[in-house]
């Protein structure tokens, strides 16, 4: 219980502070920025993995939770009530901003760029994913110096792909990160490949780690 809590915890703060930011820029006309929106996002994982991954493992991503299943680092039977508990998390983070901030529009939902195919959104969401979990399958294991270091490691990719993938697809690397806000906005348009390509690109990372790492690394 305390794990499918600490995830629930950790996926609120997340999309509360990551949506938070995109909507307080919208409505104040771009106050916190672009680069400030991408700066809150890398911080605010970094912030929830040193809070709880000694814990449940800060995963906050249901693509994660299937990559690490997928890895057999995570057991099958767990991760519908891991996904549970973020979605759990993720909307009620969602409900706050709704309630705090009714003039929104957007409330950070994920669409494509206008003129930037779905496809095209896909094949970076997928890509972006990939270089996410392939970070996090390598610094969530090994020596204890490199585990003290994964919070800055994963931060710091979700900072880099917010900053240069946000205006393109706003970078959602995580299915419920994009769920959440089609909930209160009603715009499920493109959905599809903020669920998909995400769960595709950590299950690829997961296979490529047996490439660079030992055969029972996965």
């Known amino acids: 219980m305390k794990q499918h809590i600490s ?5 609120f703060a ?9 909507t307080i820029n919208e409505i104040t006309g771009g106050s916190i920025s672009h680069v400030g929106v991408a700066i809150t996002w890398g911080l605010i994982v970094m912030a929830m993995i040193y809070a709880f991954g000694e814990i449940s493992g800060a995963h906050f991503n249901p693509a994660v939770t299937i990559g690490f299943a997928f890895a057999k680092k995570f057991p099958w039977q767990k991760v519908p009530s891991y996904i549970l508990a973020q979605s759990i998390g993720g909307i009620f ?3 706050v901003l709704w309630f705090l901030f009714p003039e929104s529009d957007f409330l950070g939902e994920t669409t494509p760029a206008a003129n930037f195919p779905p496809y095209k959104a896909a094949i970076l969401e997928f890509l972006l994913t990939f270089f996410l979990m392939v970070v996090i399958i390598n610094v969530s294991t090994g020596s204890k110096e490199i585990g ?4 800055i490691a994963v931060g710091g990719v979700i900072l880099l792909e917010a900053m240069f993938a946000g205006p393109m697809t706003k970078a959602s690397m995580n299915p419920i990160r994009s769920i959440a806000p089609a909930l209160f906005t009603g715009n499920f348009k493109d959905l599809w490949l903020y669920i998909i390509a995400p769960i ?7 296979s490529s780690c047996k490439l660079v790492k030992d055969d029972k690394c996965c």
């Open 7 to 11: 995830e629930a915890i950790g996926t």
């Open 14 to 22: 997340l999309l509360f502070c990551g949506c938070g930011a995109m």
């Open 93 to 95: 983070a969602l409900f």
């Open 148 to 151: 003290t270091m994964a919070a």
């Open 200 to 206: 595709l690109g950590t299950i690829t990372a997961v």
